[in-house]
């Protein structure tokens, strides 16, 4: 399958539309709960959200917190933003009131919309915050906040007044480098009616969202993935399934209960998956998915050629970033083909750098670059800016790569974590998709902790299939990883000790948290160590 570089969009949908053409279809469907919600009730709540944040003063442009999990009422709340005209911002439910608060002066919100589960956190925001004129709660009581039902059911369900201008999401990076930052994309001031939502024209583009749809979103809503491709699939008339977490079995299982067609996981979930065995899987029939899309996070090769002879050519990869600066793109046989590769630009351009800017012929190893695609800016932040831009324009997300002669992009690891040891590169990712292969390896982080001779030497962290038992069983399946790691790399390349942990530090996305792991391990006095 080939794909040209897309033209201008057509005309997206909204909920309005299908409500008016087909109400009682489902656009979402709880999979913990079996909850269900048709496109006239999801348009008549989002109606009635964007007529409280209205009438509470709230005008387009102003910004929203929205602090749920999974919820039910996510999807109402943020489409009722959306219909308002506001900006808003899904809050990840593992920060702290610090961090939230941070987001909500960094952001400007006007408003806060949270679970009761979530109280303390909410209440300590909104604590001293008179410019959060609106202040909702959903599912319980909060001091200072409207109950979100109450408010909610007395509204009209009737639409704004028109013309009304569509809102826009402004998401926070992930911040494994200090303060999260928000990321403004270039996006215009359109109508409601006709504006792109989410990455609809990339669902619809590339993975054939349309009405026949049904799209499992096992990631946390607050996720950029999971709020866009959520939003994407009810603007464009299908049903959403969503998942309070993710699960192995039971991924499966809704993914037979309701015929899923399209889905979206990071390597992680397709590792579970994989561990669970071949007749545990066979149990369950996934014929119905047509888009089994990963990203997010790098997959070893090993993984992805058994998930795709498991699955068949339905497996489809995507490299982008919460930025939106660029899109490549592989389907099955593109990968098979040129093995280990995320895929070709679509809409942009690909250019690989070295340190000074110079671009690099394909085979050799840089910064990517994509150019001639949307812009962005980090909220508030212009030298975090200015340093994720080329010369010539270009954007970077701070990966490393190379092309091949074919204009295809293989990401060799994130520029933050290379390792220099005696002034050798070293990227931990080869000997992260090495060791992952080992059948006793349930989860594995790789990064460099400092060595006074080398200046950094590589350590592996480890997640074994089952906990060694005693110091000796420890330092035989240490010493068992290491030669198995040297018998498919260089000596420099692998790990020179290994450490095993009941769990590694993964955020609900699929993302490790490697970079609070290495300082873990520096603070600790676990680094700075000599030659041995």
């Known amino acids: 399958m080939t794909h040209e570089t897309p033209l201008k969009p057509p005309v997206e949908r909204y909920p309005g539309r299908y409500a008016a053409e087909s109400p009682e279809r489902l656009a979402l469907i709880h999979g913990g709960s079996g909850w269900t919600q048709t496109y006239r009730e999801l348009d008549d709540r989002a109606n009635r959200v964007s007529q409280v944040f209205a009438e509470r003063g709230l005008v387009p442009g102003d910004h929203v917190m929205i602090l749920l999990d999974n919820h039910e009422r996510f999807l109402e709340v943020a489409w009722g933003a959306h219909y308002a005209g506001l900006v808003y911002t899904p809050c990840s439910t593992r920060l702290t009131a610090e961090e939230v608060s941070y987001i909500a002066s960094d952001s400007g919100a006007r408003a806060i919309v949270s679970a009761s589960t979530f109280a303390d956190v909410a209440s300590e925001v909104a604590s001293g915050r008179a410019e959060l004129v609106v202040r909702l709660v959903i599912d319980g009581a909060v001091d200072g906040f409207e109950s979100y039902e109450a408010a909610v059911n007395a509204a009209s369900p009737e639409p704004l007044p028109s013309p009304r201008t ?29 504006a792109p939502v989410g990455v609809s024209w990339v669902a619809r583009k590339l993975f054939g969202f349309d009405e026949s749809t049904v799209y499992l979103c096992p990631a946390p809503l607050y996720h950029g993935a999971g709020i866009r491709f959520v939003m994407a699939a009810t603007a ?49 029939d996934t014929s ?22 498991w699955l068949g050519p339905v497996v489809y990869e995507y490299y982008a970033g919460t930025e939106s600066n660029g899109v490549v793109f ?5 990968w098979l083909e040129h093995r280990g590769t995320v895929g070709r630009p679509i809409g942009c351009e690909i250019f690989i750098c070295d ?3 110079v671009v690099l012929p394909p085979g050799e190893t840089g910064t990517v670059y994509l150019g001639n695609g949307s812009s962005f800016e980090y909220h508030g932040d212009a030298a975090k800016t200015a340093a994720s831009r080329h010369a010539r324009g270009w954007s970077t997300l701070g990966d490393i790569g190379h092309v091949d002669e074919d204009g295809f992009l293989y990401l060799t690891d994130r520029k933050a974590f290379m390792i220099i040891s005696g002034g050798v590169n070293i990227y931990p990712q080869e000997a992260e998709n090495v060791l992952a292969t080992h059948p006793d390896v349930f989860d594995v982080a790789v990064f460099g902790i400092p060595n006074l001779d080398f200046g950094e030497e590589v350590k592996a962290v480890v997640q074994p299939v089952q906990m060694p038992v005693g110091d000796e069983a420890c330092e035989n399946f240490e010493r068992e990883l290491i030669a198995f790691c040297r018998s498919h790399l260089a000596d420099i390349k692998c790990p020179r000790s290994v450490d095993f942990r009941e769990e590694l530090p993964r955020d609900p996305s699929g ?20 030659a041995s």
């Open 288 to 309: 119905s998915l047509q888009y089994f899309v990963h990203s997010a996070a790098p997959c070893p090769p090993a993984l992805k050629a058994q998930v795709i002879d």
């Open 166 to 194: 569509a809102g826009a999401d402004m998401l926070y990076s992930s911040g494994t480098t200090g303060r999260q930052k928000a990321i403004v994309r270039s996006v215009k001031a359109a109508p409601l009616e006709t």
């Open 236 to 284: 464009l008339g299908g049903t959403a399934v969503i998942m309070d977490k993710f699960d192995a079995e039971k991924y499966l299982d809704l993914v037979q209960t309701y015929a899923v067609t399209h889905s979206q996981v990071v390597p992680t979930m397709m590792s579970r998956m994989m561990q669970l065995g071949e007749d545990v899987r066979a149990g369950f």
């Open 511 to 530: 993302k490790m948290m490697k970079r609070g792991l290495r300082d873990e391990y520096v603070a600790a006095g676990n680094g700075a160590v000599g």
């Open 330 to 334: 592989c389907d099955s046989q593109q």
């Open 355 to 357: 340190d000074e800017g």
